[in-house]
């Protein structure tokens, strides 16, 4: 159960409310008007809560839970302990994750401007948001509708915010249009000056960044990241992107809709990425590069040339994830002597 000093529960929901919510199907023998109150994981639920099971590892955990109810695959609903009853679906974990946002729904905000933020008169602060103390809002910026903007956020001249979109504190938005239903976690920076500097020996000169920062609908910017604007060019972030914690973002860079970048990732200025590529966490991508669709970039992976759409990579420099694989193998089997038919000594 959720600590309620910090979450506040929704509910209690019918089974088949929660089937429908998730998409699922209703198990045979199960009640549909069966209520539950809460969700837990497999081990801890009991009566009254929703677990789910989404990985094969956790089969035992699952044929031993209390759980009154559970989301499961088809292929392992018959793993069940009996009397639970069953949701029935193909994703799990995407059932999971709906109905536990029915359980525990994004507050909405208190709608107002507190008297301790700071809002230049030329800003425009849509209906029902709400603005915290110590938020700076500069001149020309707009803010759309239920949007929450939280403690010592800036948001600089001229910004654009579409609805329902939430600034995590200690965040700085500027050079940038973001899209709505946007939410940018605490302390990240959004439309910096781009890393754009002339090499000379008589010293570096800046290249000054005139693009913006687009950042489309329904995105996710973790704590603590950095998405440079263009050096001309735009940087954009396609819809429905997800960025992890500590990412840097170059300028000029392309995301496509639906990308995943994991926690400690870089990308290089002018990289483009097609739509729903994976970048795992550590991993770097130089820049100029085109990443296909659907490509999927192991953990600390170097990528220093173009990625193939649907191809999986790995290591440093990156290279198709079964070479890296074999290569890894070949190297063991060398360090124990194996390798070459010789006896392991050195001589």
Known sequence: ??????????GPFTLRRLAEIA???????????????????????GPGQLSFLDNRRYVDAF????????????????????????????????????????????????????????????????????????AVIEAGARIGARCRIDANAVIG??????????????????????????????????????????????GHVRVPQLGRVIIED???VGANVTIDRGAGPDTVIGRGCMIDNLVQIGHNVHLGPGCVIVAQSGISGSTKLDHHVVLAAQAGITGHLKIGAGARIAAQSGVMRDVEPGAEVCGSPAM????????????????????SGGDGRDG
Do not use: W
């Open 1 to 10: 159960m959720a600590d309620p000093r910090f979450f506040t529960r929704a």
């Open 23 to 45: 998409g699922a199907e209703i198990g045979n023998g199960a009640d549909p008007e069966l209520t539950l109150e809460d969700v837990a994981p497999l081990e801890a639920a």
């Open 63 to 134: 044929a031993a839970s209390k759980a009154a109810a559970c989301l499961v695959h088809p292929d392992l609903a018959g793993r069940a302990p009996p009397g639970m009853a069953l949701l029935v679906t193909r994703k799990p974990y995407k059932g999971y994750a709906l109905c536990a946002q029915a359980f525990y729904p994004e507050p909405s905000p208190a709608a107002g401007v507190s008297p301790a933020a700071h809002v230049d008169p030329t800003a425009e602060i849509g209906v029902g948001t709400s603005v915290a103390p110590g």
């Open 157 to 202: 001249r001229n910004v654009q915010i579409g609805d329902d979109t939430r600034i995590g504190a200690c965040a700085s938005l500027s050079h940038c249009v973001v899209g709505a239903r946007v939410h940018v976690y605490t302390g990240a920076r959004i439309g910096q000056d781009g890393f754009g500097f002339a090499m000379d020996a008589a």
């Open 218 to 220: 329904d995105v996710e």
């Open 320 to 339: 198709p994830i079964r070479q890296f694989m074999r290569q890894v193998a070949l190297l063991g089997r060398l360090s124990r002597g194996k390798g």
